[in-house]
């Protein structure tokens, strides 16, 4: 037999008090006017026995469920991008709401199944999420519901937070300017004639924008653009030895961490150390960039800050528009420094 629910009632009268006393004791309400001993014996009565609050009585009340549903594509599979939910989680559980996430898989209909069930249980705002920053469809939401996309975009709804893609490109440019290499530099991922047309991503285009742009301030060029369509390994390892096989650079700008695995792996054959003969910078930190040896430079995804930043701006603590996070710099050894002997 199922055990009853305790209730409110149930509190108060065990701490010998109006039940509109003990509501706003449990309730954190400011200025209650009530004893502290009253307050003691609430949540004395509360904890005895194990009283919990009827949320969903609460949000008839007070038309607020305290709770927010994340919508991702990829996200929540995805080790990549995991730390966007461990922010918005982090961020939703210090300002005591719950967090429902839904996963996808970038489908449509599953997309509007995953609105509705969010819907359904009344909660305060929605975050959509997506795996790489895309413009991302939304079904029809009542438009006096908080939305904001979260490594995303959509014309109807301008609150998002990105990641700096831009300046993140620049600083991969700076990295390099910082070590005094002017010349033999290669870009690994991305040729403009050969990729004429194509169009990636809104953020891969910010990220080559940034680089560029900061070249072309320093008065820089690179030696080689090496294309391809895959960032993955296979591809910087198949570009990384064809390039080397008529020359030999003094650094490589990988647009991606997988596009360097592969650049380490044909530079070891070629018997070129990292960084005494190569320098690399990459974007991304992905988890393995670490445990490369040298450790990999790479321009690193803001995730966490990026989710607990989507959670503020539902909250209202953060002006709703487009917020751009800044991407760290994560320096390890295959940078070559500057001799610093006089």
Known sequence: MQKK??????VARLAGLSSTAASMI???KPDTRLSADAHAKVHAAAASLGYRPNVAARALRTDKSRSFALISDYVATTRFASGLIRGALAAAEEAKHVMLVLETGGEPARELQAVEAALDRQVDGLIFAAMRAREVFVPNISANLPVVMLNGTSARFPAAVLPDEYEGGRTAVRL???TGITSSIVLLGHNPDDEKGLFRSESIARRIAGIRDEMAARGLAF????SCWNWEPTHGYDLTKAYLAHGKPQA???LNDRLAFGAYQALGEARLD???DVSLVSFDNDELASYLRPGLTTIGLPHEAMGRRAVEMLLGRQKAG???IVMPSVIRGSLRMPDATP
Do not use: K, W
């Open 252 to 254: 490589i700008l990988c």
């Open 26 to 28: 449990l309730t954190g």
């Open 274 to 276: 990292i960084p005494g």
């Open 176 to 178: 390099l300017a910082s």
């Open 322 to 324: 487009e917020a751009l």
């Open 5 to 10: 629910r305790v209730t409110l009632a149930d």
């Open 223 to 226: 030696d080689a653009e090496l």
